[in-house]
């Protein structure tokens, strides 16, 4: 069974350019969510779609959005980069339903640099 | 406001010896979950065990267990015969609801296990 997959997974871009991220989750699995990860904040949650809609969302400034397509797949996006976005991103799936516990599953993430 | 702490930014073990990871937590919450997650070099967050609020038995996952102690709000991760493969970064985390199901995960920030040959 194929995991979660993430593309690219490193990437270079310039100060004010956009950047588009993309994830494929497990088959069968509907819950996507995303995670940024610095050295100084750590692990912070973006935000989480489910059947095409965004659920959840974390405490980061409207550069920063995803969707999700209906076949689960999921997209994030950053516009006008800056220094401090430089960051492992991580997505995740997950499944649901009340017999299912909440554990997620994660790719590899995609490592932006910004210049 | 959940919070996941973990005190250890890094430890050291030596190969086949056990090692505990300490992961102390605060909520307001009756239903929760606790997961720990792997991350070697590569990057990728590997899920290892769950333990759920309500679960009275200590979670058990091959060579990981899950030390549960409600009332002091801890949920240690025990590694028992250290392998060369275990030297990655250990997270602890928690998410609401029953099951662990709602919700984002918080993270702690992390404990670095280095397992010396």
């Known amino acids: 069974k194929a995991g979660v997959t993430q593309t690219p997974r490193y990437l270079i871009k310039t100060r004010g350019q956009q950047v588009t991220l993309s994830c494929s989750p497990i088959?069968?699995?509907?819950?996507v969510s995303w995670y940024q990860q610095t050295p100084g904040q750590g692990l912070q949650f973006l935000f989480e779609y489910f059947s095409e809609t965004q659920r959840n969302k974390g405490n980061f400034p409207g550069r920063f959005s995803g969707r999700q397509f209906s076949n689960s797949r999921s997209e994030m996006n950053v516009s006008t980069l800056e220094l401090g976005d430089s960051a492992l991103y991580l997505c995740?799936?997950?499944?649901?339903?009340?017999?299912?516990?909440?554990?997620?599953?994660f790719g590899e993430g995609s490592r932006l640099t910004v210049l | 406001a959940q919070k996941i702490t973990q005190t250890q930014p890094g430890m050291f073990v030596q190969e086949k010896e056990a090692v505990t990871l300490d992961c102390t937590y605060d909520?307001?919450?009756?239903?929760?979950?606790l997961f720990w997650y792997k991350q070697p070099s590569s990057g990728e967050m590997i899920f290892l065990i769950y333990q759920g609020s309500y679960d009275e038995q200590n979670a058990t996952e091959g060579r990981y267990s899950l030390n549960f102690q409600k009332a002091r709000k801890s949920a240690n991760l025990v590694i028992s015969a250290s392998q060369l493969g275990d030297s990655a970064m250990y997270f602890c985390?928690?998410?609401?609801?029953?099951?662990?199901?709602?919700?984002?995960?918080?993270f702690g920030k992390g404990t670095k296990l280095s397992v010396k040959p």
């Open positions: 909520t307001s919450d009756q239903s929760y979950g």
């Open positions: 088959s069968g699995h509907r819950s």
């Open positions: 985390a928690m998410r609401e609801g029953r099951g662990g199901s709602q919700g984002n995960l918080i």
């Open positions: 995740a799936s997950g499944r649901q339903g009340a017999r299912n516990t909440g554990e997620l599953f």
